[in-house]
T-cell receptor
Framework: DAGITQSPRHKVTETGTPVTLRCHQT?????MYWYRQDPGHGLRLIHY???????DKGEVSDGYSVSRSKTEDFLLTLESATSSQTSVYFC???????????FGQGTRLTVV | KQEVTQIPAALSVPEGENLVLNCSFT??????LQWFRQDPGKGLTSLLL?????REQTSGRLNASLDKSSGRSTLYIAASQPGDSATYLC???????????FGKGMKLTVNP
């Protein structure tokens, strides 16, 4: 299995609080992605990174920010969590010479 | 905007059948296509990756084909088994960007 770890695996938070999810990889892959998965919508891209400090928006980026200060870590932040951000969040990594994408086990976030 | 479609959304078959899962995409400017399986409550597991220059890839009982000109890929599962029950997703690597665009998946149930 690709070395990719998401933390936390589960989190319950209150509306209006900030939340940060972490994705850590040991593969030294260039590309990292954050997706959310919701019934009826499938997997939707939130943000992605194509290098340290290089990030771009996906299709559902509103309310989310990301940072990548090191190759191995990609952080997803919800500045002020809302109930609509209750979801399962997946991180993925992909290399340049090895373009196969690998996914983490997911973080189940509940905003109450 | 790339759109990826998987039809049907669900399929139930008896054990032993040979299956064809379909994936269609609207923009043929892709650099690869990847098939995944997802078990309930789990992350995505990569099954096969087809580069845009390839026509098919095989792994065990799985065979994936790609026809860029018609915007289609198929995943063939030979001699299906109950352990193949899962949701199968396809994703296209979008040309000109590093985004992966997913279909909504097809839930497969193989009955003993």
């Amino acid at each position: 299995d690709a070395g990719i770890t998401q933390s936390p695996r589960h989190k319950v938070t209150e509306t209006g609080t900030p939340v940060t999810l972490r994705c850590h990889q040991t593969e030294n892959h260039r590309y990292m992605y954050w997706y959310r998965q919701d019934p009826g919508h499938g997997l939707r891209l939130i943000h992605y990174s194509y290098g340290v400090k290089d990030t771009d928006k996906g299709e559902v980026s509103d309310g989310y920010s990301v940072s990548r200060s090191k190759t191995e870590d990609f952080l997803l932040t919800l500045e002020s969590a809302t109930s609509s951000q209750t979801s399962v969040y997946f991180c993925a990594i992909r290399g340049v010479l090895r373009p196969e994408a690998f996914f983490g086990q997911g973080t189940r976030l509940t905003v109450v | 905007k790339q759109e990826v479609t998987q039809i049907p959304a669900a399929l139930s078959v008896p054990e032993g059948e040979n299956l064809v899962l379909n994936c269609s995409f609207t923009d043929s400017a892709i650099y690869n296509l990847q098939w995944f399986r997802q078990d309930p409550g789990k992350g995505l597991t990569s099954l096969l990756l087809i580069q845009s220059s390839q026509r098919e890839q095989t792994s065990g009982r799985l065979n994936a084909s790609l026809d860029k000109s018609s915007g289609r890929s198929t995943l063939y599962i030979a001699a299906s088994q109950p352990g193949d029950s899962a949701t199968y997703l396809c994703a296209v690597g979008q040309g000109g960007s590093e985004k992966l665009v997913f279909g909504k998946g097809m839930k497969l149930t193989v009955n003993p």
